[in-house]
């Protein structure tokens, strides 16, 4: 199990990462973890972070721990996911952890060999249902500072969006990112699954894609109960005009501009 696959959803929240992770998971090759991998939150976001869970559960722990770099790192998420791998059979990792996606040029370097699909909504839609979301999870309520936090949703958004860009426009990146808009995975999800399996380098078959997608319609394998069938009542366009006040329109509105072109969504 040396040199275990090791790639990465990543985008701003509320683009789709649970739902593509959902559809990935129901793959036979790829191991995608129960939950979104809180170490790899952590080891990105300070020096110190509690391992010993990791440590009782699979007995590893990271190495230097009061001074994690690039190779720590990558080797304590290969470590944990090769045990991971070996209980499930699985082959290839996918890790979705859209709170780490400000970091992505980071992500790139720390793991040279991984192939990000980055996932876009429309900005609009995206931050209305990030407000939606403070107000209801606590981990977004702390990551905002609080619930309904326009500013610092606007803030962490154009960091992500920022950092995402950079990285599209690196021509180091352009074999290594594949650019997803979360409007296309439902309008069109066989031929865009297809095409994030093929992207992933596991069997994109039609047969294999067919069975992937009537699992997650009949809701027999998704994860978290995230689905093809649930997404459909997200109502998008709706959630930007009733869950936000006419000052909280124009800011998403200030805010987005820049990104509605760069992303295609004119």
């Not at 009949?218 to 998008?236: D, E, I, V, W």
Request: a positive charge; charged letters at 25%; glycine letters at 4%.
């Amino acid at each position: 199990m040396n040199n275990l696959p090791i790639h990465f959803i990543l985008g701003f929240i509320r683009s789709g990462s649970t739902l593509l992770m959902s559809l990935c998971r129901t793959h036979p090759e790829i191991e995608t973890d129960v939950q979104e991998p809180n170490h790899i939150y952590k080891l990105f976001h300070q020096v110190f972070f509690d391992w010993q869970a990791y440590k009782k559960i699979l007995g590893i722990s990271p190495s230097e721990v009061q001074n994690m770099h690039a190779e720590a790192v990558m080797n304590f998420t290969q470590t944990y996911y090769q045990r991971l791998c070996s209980r499930t059979k699985r082959t290839t990792v996918v890790i979705k952890q859209p709170w780490i996606t400000f970091r992505i040029n980071e992500i790139m370097a720390t793991f040279p060999e991984a192939k990000v699909v980055l996932l876009s909504r429309h900005p609009y839609q995206a931050l209305a249902s990030t407000v939606d979301f403070t107000m209801n999870n606590w981990a977004a309520e702390n990551m905002f500072e609080g619930k309904r936090k326009m500013w610092k949703i606007l803030e962490v958004y154009g960091e992500a969006m920022s950092a995402i860009i950079r990285c599209k426009h690196n021509p180091k990146n352009r074999d290594r990112i594949l650019f997803l808009k979360f409007e296309d995975l439902l309008e069109n999800p066989h031929e865009k699954l297809k095409e994030v399996f093929g992207w992933y380098q596991v069997d994109n078959s039609n047969k294999i894609v067919t069975e992937v997608l009537e699992k997650a319609q009949n809701n027999k394998a998704a994860l978290l109960g995230t689905c093809l069938l649930q997404s459909k009542f997200m109502h998008p366009k709706d959630k930007f005009k009733t869950l936000l006040t006419g000052d909280e329109r124009k800011k998403i509105e200030t805010k987005a501009a820049p990104y509605i072109k760069e992303f295609g969504y004119e």
